[in-house]
């Protein structure tokens, strides 16, 4: 008798696993749109607070969205966008602003 077990094929092989791709989760555009009542000077302070632009660029998104009616400010994921949506709106609020901010997918 002997030791040996030969219960295999005697074949080795090597064990793959298959990857799916992780699709990456969609973005989603903060935009500020244009009203006749809310100070250039308050829409400016909005994109320094929320969104972390230096002076310059906020000026210069206050006036895209003064000639254009509306400006891109920022993409995000969709929780963030959502946060910054939400925090513009209520301190527009706060300040009796009409302010208006909302959120679209890229």
């Known amino acids: 008798m002997s030791d040996k077990d030969d219960t295999g094929d005697g074949e080795t092989g090597t064990v793959t696993k298959t990857r799916s791709k992780t699709a990456r989760p969609p973005l989603y555009k903060v935009l500020l749109l ?41 993409v995000f994921s969709h929780e963030i966008a959502e946060t910054k949506v939400t925090q513009v709106m209520d301190f527009a609020r706060q300040h009796q602003h009409p302010l208006q901010c909302t959120m679209e997918k890229e």
């Open 34 to 74: 244009n009203d006749d009542f809310t100070p250039m000077e308050f829409v400016v302070h909005i994109l320094e607070r929320f969104f972390g632009l230096n002076h310059a660029q906020a000026f210069e998104i206050m006036l895209t969205v003064h000639k254009k009616g509306l400006a891109v400010v920022g």
